[in-house]
């Protein structure tokens, strides 16, 4: 018996059992259509973890932070081998300072796999625009770091120049703003600020402790009234791309600079006093040199941040990155697609049933056909093959218009929660269509495998006699 024999038997047998065939793939339908919507809601979740992690700094960044002495981090270690660091703090005097300066920037450039190496300074500042006040947090970086943020620019460009200092606005900076006349911020009136960072010059206090205390009448050391700071007018350069309530960027609340101009202008602000964040000594003077907030560090493949990162700890830093965040989170997502496909799984079992159910009954119903077959000289794989190929059409059949109804279902459940998921929650791959037909194919198979060999094992004789 050819293969085309054997398709056409399988399908004529299917057909003239119209509504038995039609009722068996129904449950392979909701079988399958089952088991990929529940593992598409864990691809989903997964799915948009990675892009919110993407959006805050992404997977190949590190961020390191002074080790100021006294106080140190706890690291717990897990089974993935990543290393979270913990929010608490444990005293340890026996610890020095390690702060990060130039020299030790030049140490981390040097590290292998280290693609960029950034000092990042930030200080907050007092801005004034008319009758427009607000606190902003300017953060400095290097000119290299700044053009690898991937930031959409709405208006000019990003900071160009190291000696002059240039403001790079965030798109949700303006929020901070609040009427001086009405002490009323963004959130409270629901109007923005009619602020314009491009075209009005922008007044900066940077010594605000010194503002403050000129504004409510302060004294200092020798009882004198603490004198009002110098106001500087900071041009801008660019305002970032998204409106006053998008926050996709991690940089949306940031005033960026270049960190260099940031220097040169907080020593000419601060001449002769300790910049605000600036460590001091034993006689409350400052140091010579600044020292960083922070560095951010991109490594050249992600494959290669925890082993940079455990360089870096080498060194008495601490760091961080998103790789340990994105652990945790795969983790959590393969025991979420691990029940959700169980889940999924037993209505397939139980459409499984059915197929088996469905070919017992064809065996019984065709048992004399069978008989002839066998006595004509049919080759027994042949029979068997023959109920095997339809139990298999009947899994392809229902895996087909399952899959459809995924689809269907997954974009209902999309748009349903487009407002929490800006991605969509249920996310449907190549790979996983492909696994679902050929998962329904087999199952469907191995369903009518028993049956097969029940109908390939039938006396020719018993078989014939059958009424």
Known sequence: ????????????????????????????????????????????????????????????????????????????????????????????????????????????????????ASPVLSISVLAKQGIWEGSLYIRGMSQEALENQNIEVAEGSLPTSEEELQLFYGNTVITNFYNAKTQQYYWETGELPEVDFMNDPMFVIFDMDAYYNNKYGGTDENGAPVPAPKKYVVPACGVMAGGPDDYTDSNASYVL??????????????????????????????YKEIYYDEAY????????????????????????????????????????????????AVSLFVAAIGIANTMMMSIYERTKEIGVMKVLGCDLSAIRNMFLTEAGFIGLIGGVIGLILS?????????????????????????????????????????????????????????????
């Open 297 to 344: 560090i991109r490594v050249d493949d992600m494959k290669y941040v925890e082993e940079v990162q455990e360089q870096i700890r080498a060194l008495g830093l601490q760091a961080s990155s998103n790789i340990e965040w994105m652990n945790q989170v795969q983790e959590q997502s393969r025991s979420i697609q691990a029940a959700l496909g169980g889940i999924g």
């Open 257 to 286: 600079c270049n960190v260099n101009a940031l220097k040169a202008e907080l020593k000419k602000a601060f001449k002769g006093k300790a910049i605000p964040g600036q460590p001091t000594n034993s006689a409350g003077k400052p």
């Open 1 to 116: 018996m050819s293969y085309i024999d054997l398709l056409r038997m399988s399908l004529s047998s299917l057909w003239r059992r119209k509504l038995r065939t039609v009722l068996t793939v129904l449950g392979v339908v909701v079988g399958t259509a089952s088991i990929v919507v529940m593992i598409s809601l864990g691809l989903g979740l997964n799915k948009s973890s990675m892009e919110q992690i993407e959006q805050y700094g992404g997977l190949t960044t590190i961020n390191v932070y002074p080790n100021e002495g006294g106080y140190s981090y706890a690291t717990t270690s897990y089974a993935g081998g990543g290393v979270i660091v913990d929010s608490g703090v444990s005293s340890d005097s026996s610890t020095e300072p390690i702060r990060i300066d130039d020299a030790m920037m030049e140490t981390l450039s040097q590290i292998e796999h280290v693609e960029i």
């Open 407 to 467: 689809y269907i279902i997954s974009a209902v459940i999309n748009f349903v929660m487009k407002g929490m998921y800006a991605s969509g929650i249920s996310y449907i791959p190549f790979y996983l269509s492909l696994l679902a037909l050929v998962f329904s194919v087999i199952i469907g198979m191995l369903a009518g495998l028993f049956p097969a060999l029940r109908a390939m094992r039938l006396s020719p004789l018993a078989a014939i006699r059958n009424e």
